[in-house]
């Protein structure tokens, strides 16, 4: 589904990523993890086009998007949900999806408003409240609900259960498997296992911009090795 | 003033703010989504205007030539503004944004002499709007028909702004990308396609306000300026990117304008102050009191950097020992120089050598400092003003006027400063702006002491530094001293701190440096420089006008530090060269010689997005990195 070859990425003139090689397969939920500053938003970044690559491919459904406009990846149907959430504070819950929304193209699953309210009820008690007086939590999930209004087959989620309280982050985590059964592809960003263990099914481990560990999920929960030196607890 | 004369004053005020609002809301929307200050917007009102007058010409005078040659032009000038956007503004969107003002202001020269070749230089008067061209009588008073079809024009305007804004999709796309363009990129919005309609709106709004005022003024080429001055005033004013802020703005400015001049001179303990003189700054004082007390404007509200990954700026090399021997190799030639040439070339070289160190100046804040002055001219002038004026009034000997003139271009800065440096970005930029053109009205109507729009004349240089050669050296060393101890302080702990403060005042603050303190320091030194070559000046050229501070002069400053690089130490130098040489000779030898010098910055813009010096510098790499 999503194929990432040898790429190496830099900020002006100081590389982050170096040589990275990973991969996401249709309908699996993969996770990217490393300490904070190893290369993971980067890494997304790179994926949907915002920062150019120095070299190597990005494949997605069969295709190079590697040189194209965020906005042409986006089309193709990869969403992308960053770190800071990035609301538009000023455009109410029902403008923020609007935003969003693009035609379905034959993708799995078609989304509306009315079946990400159910999804995410929260969100459809305050369809008309504006981003900037949403809490964090519920930001989150606008966030995505918004990139789901995009159709996409695969979507990359950066750092989503940072800042929230256990039980909310409890509750991502259902709706993300809940993704997974809707046939969705995941591209995961986490710090540490605790999140991503309960949802991922294979786990690329980077340092420094350097893949240190690829394998499953359950593999590297098993390695202690590997979890002490390049993961936080 | 009787109640009915009030009214009629009011009613005055709300038809003048209709026209105001159309440019300005405009020119926000184009902010606020591209995040380009667009000088050209100016010249779409005027354009607005022109090809309306020639359309209702060929279409005759009826109701259907007169509506339809107004709504055509309009629609005229936004496929301008589209096809100016797809040409130019596309390819600059991640250049730095004072170099993509320097390409609207390009489009300025380019559009004015474009007018000047098809329309010729009188003042065109368009025809009155068939069934609007009577009066109706208000409270015993005769007030216009049309004026009151431009009173109710301007809220219809806003409510279908609002609608387009609030209610529909584009609208929804527009604030999204207003507030985070490359979330909604990411989001698969294609601001490409967003940018051109946004652009091309802006430009129908501007190309609408300049035909609506067919019955009411006459198309004139000094239009583009005055209008595009107006419009920032009300968008500052009103809050950059919001429409109904720019509402309120344009009536606040329209009906105070009306008041002053419905209300005359007043006399107050014995002196008479013409209050209809006073629309000329009137508007800039509001700004300048607006900004000090809300820097937001009105109804703004701070504004975000946009989110840009990727481009992290340079420091400011140290020249290399190298560089340090070609410049000092160069001012060597330059002080040979008169052994060989002689008469014009000298005046050219002089005159190269005071812009040199007036672009040096405004490159001392705008560079290390941050600090991009719209009105850099304003220490210019009160320094060329000072000098003359005690040379004159002051019956000083021409030494010690050259040398106390430039005090009163630092007493200036340190006054104007004070207020300024509380703003940053765009905000401060229009600050300053709004000083000079005070600065410069004063001058303009201070009959009296400053000669008015004639100026100071007679102002000549002792007689041992009248020939031409002599001042040629005393240019040349002024001129190379002023620039050496500015580039010291470049790289002086003061220098330092101040590109800290610009970097991150956050942190600067965190280790103690005062950011404000510096940055009014670094305006007011700006400013005695600046005063410094505007002193020089004035004895070159025997006298002054109010030209020498007008915005005009603020841009060729500007343009001057732009062309040659922001990012580099001696570009402002070859920018001053340069520009100063191009518009001479184009000056002396063609008759279009703006539109050629706007062509010429067009494509140094498309060519070198980093300035003439930061593209030889990346080119041959010849400059260490300071630390
Ligand atoms: N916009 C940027 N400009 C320059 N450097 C950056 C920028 N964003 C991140 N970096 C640097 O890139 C490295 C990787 O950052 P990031 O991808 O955000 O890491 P992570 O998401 O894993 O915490 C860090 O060293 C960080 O300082
Ligand atoms: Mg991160």
Redesign the pocket.
């Known amino acids: 589904m999503l194929e990432i070859e040898r790429l190496s990425a830099a900020?002006?003139l100081?590389q982050?990523l170096f040589d990275l090689t990973l991969d996401v397969r249709a309908g699996e939920i993969a996770v990217l993890l490393?300490?904070?500053?190893?290369?993971?938003?980067?890494?997304l970044?790179t994926i949907i086009g915002l920062l150019r690559p120095m070299s190597g491919a990005i494949r997605f459904a069969g295709r190079r998007i590697d040189g194209l406009e965020p906005f042409q990846i986006a089309r193709l149907g990869l969403g992308y949900v960053p770190?800071d959430r990035r609301i538009f504070s000023d455009l109410t819950v029902m403008q923020n999806l609007e935003v969003g929304r693009q035609a379905a193209h034959g993708r799995p699953s078609e989304w509306t408003p009315r079946r990400l309210f159910e999804l995410f009820p929260n969100l459809g008690r305050m369809q008309h409240r504006r981003g900037a007086r949403m809490s964090g939590g519920e930001q989150q999930m606008l966030t995505i609900a918004r990139t789901l209004m995009g159709n996409p087959k695969a979507i990359l989620l950066?750092?989503p259960s940072e800042g929230l309280a256990p039980l909310v982050a409890e509750q991502l985590a259902k709706t993300v498997l809940e993704l997974k059964r809707e046939g969705l592809s995941v591209l995961l960003?986490e710090?540490s296992l605790y999140f991503a263990q309960s949802v991922a099914d294979r786990a690329f481990v980077?340092e420094g911009?350097h893949v240190r560990y690829a394998g499953t999920m359950q593999a590297l929960a098993a390695d202690v090795e590997v979890r002490d030196k390049y993961l936080s607890v | 003033m009787t109640a009915s004369a009030i009214l009629i004053q009011f009613l005055n005020g709300l038809s003048g703010a209709s026209s105001l609002f159309l440019v300005a809301a405009g020119l926000s929307i184009v902010f606020g989504v591209t995040r380009i200050v667009n000088f050209a917007h100016g010249s779409f009102f005027m354009l607005g205007l022109y090809v309306a007058y020639s359309l209702i010409d060929r279409f005759g005078h009826g109701a259907a030539g007169f509506w339809g040659g107004v709504a055509l032009a309009a629609v005229a000038v936004a496929l301008l503004g589209a096809l100016v956007e797809v040409l130019l503004l596309r390819r600059i969107y991640a250049a730095p944004e004072l170099l993509q003002l320097l390409a609207t202001f390009a489009l300025v020269l380019v559009i004015q002499d474009f007018t000047l070749w098809a329309w010729g230089p009188e003042d065109l008067l368009g025809p009155r709007a068939p069934g609007l061209s009577g009066a109706v009588n208000i409270a015993g008073h005769q007030f216009p028909q049309y004026d009151l079809f431009l009173i109710v024009l301007g809220p219809t305007v806003l409510l279908a702004l609002n609608f387009l804004l609030k209610r529909t999709r584009w609208g929804t796309l527009v604030r999204a990308a207003t507030e985070d363009r490359e979330m909604a990129g990411a989001l698969g919005v294609n601001q490409k396609w967003l940018f051109t309609t946004v652009f091309a709106l802006g430009a129908l709004l501007a190309g609408a306000g300049g035909a609506f005022q067919i019955p009411r003024e006459p198309a004139s080429l000094y239009l583009d300026l005055s209008v595009i001055a107006d419009a920032f005033v009300v968008v500052v004013v009103g809050g950059l990117g919001s429409i109904p802020g720019a509402f309120l703005a344009a009536l606040l400015i329209a009906e105070i304008k009306a008041f002053c001049i419905g209300i005359g001179d007043v006399t107050i303990a014995d002196s008479v102050i013409s209050l209809p003189k006073f629309t000329l700054v009137v508007e800039f004082v509001v700004m300048a009191v607006v900004l000090v007390l809300r820097p937001w404007g009105l109804l703004g509200r701070r504004l975000t950097p946009p989110r840009r990954?990727?481009a992290?700026e340079r420091p400011l090399a140290l020249p290399s020992r190298r560089a340090v021997y070609a410049l000092a190799a160069c001012g060597a030639a330059l002080a040979l120089l008169p052994t060989l040439a002689t008469g014009y070339s000298l005046i050219l070289l002089t005159d190269i050598f005071v812009f040199a160190l007036f672009a040096v100046s405004l490159h001392f804040i705008m560079g290390p400092g941050g600090m991009p002055s719209f009105g850099h001219a304003a220490y210019f002038g009160l320094g060329a003003y000072g000098a003359g004026l005690l040379l004159h009034r002051g019956g000083l000997p021409m030494e010690l006027a050259l040398l106390l003139g430039p005090l009163v271009a630092g007493v200036g800065a340190l006054a104007f400063g004070w207020f300024c440096v509380r703003l940053s970005g765009v905000y401060f930029a229009m600050l300053t702006l709004a000083f000079a053109q005070i600065t410069w009205s004063i001058a303009f109507q201070w009959d009296s002491m400053t000669g008015g729009s004639n100026g100071v004349i007679g102002v000549w240089p002792a007689p041992w530094l009248a020939s031409r050669t002599s001042y040629y050296f005393l240019a040349l060393v002024t001129s190379a001293g002023g620039i050496t101890l500015l580039w010291r302080m470049f790289y002086s702990p003061f220098g330092y701190a101040l590109r800290a403060g610009r970097d991150s005042p956050l942190r600067a603050d965190a280790i103690g440096i005062d950011v404000r303190r510096q940055q009014w320091a670094a305006f007011v030194i700006a400013g005695l420089f600046a005063g410094v070559a505007g002193a020089l000046y004035v004895f070159s050229k025997g006298s002054i006008s109010p030209d020498s501070l007008a915005v005009p002069r603020s841009i060729d400053g500007l343009v001057m530090v732009l062309l040659g690089g922001v990012q580099t130490l001696t570009g402002p130098v070859w920018g001053a060269a340069l520009f100063t040489w191009l518009q001479d000779a184009a000056a002396r030898n063609v008759e279009y010689w703006r539109a050629v010098i706007g062509l010429v910055i067009i494509a140094l813009v498309l060519a070198f997005p980093q300035g003439l010096a930061g593209f030889l510098r990346d080119r041959f790499a010849g400059e260490r990195h300071a630390p």
Do not use: F, H, L, P
């Not at chain 1, 490393?34 to 890494?43: E, L, P, Q, Y």
């Open positions: 900020y002006g100081a982050v490393g300490r904070n500053g190893a290369g993971k938003s980067t890494c970044k770190e950066d750092e960003c710090q980077i911009g | 990954v990727g992290v």
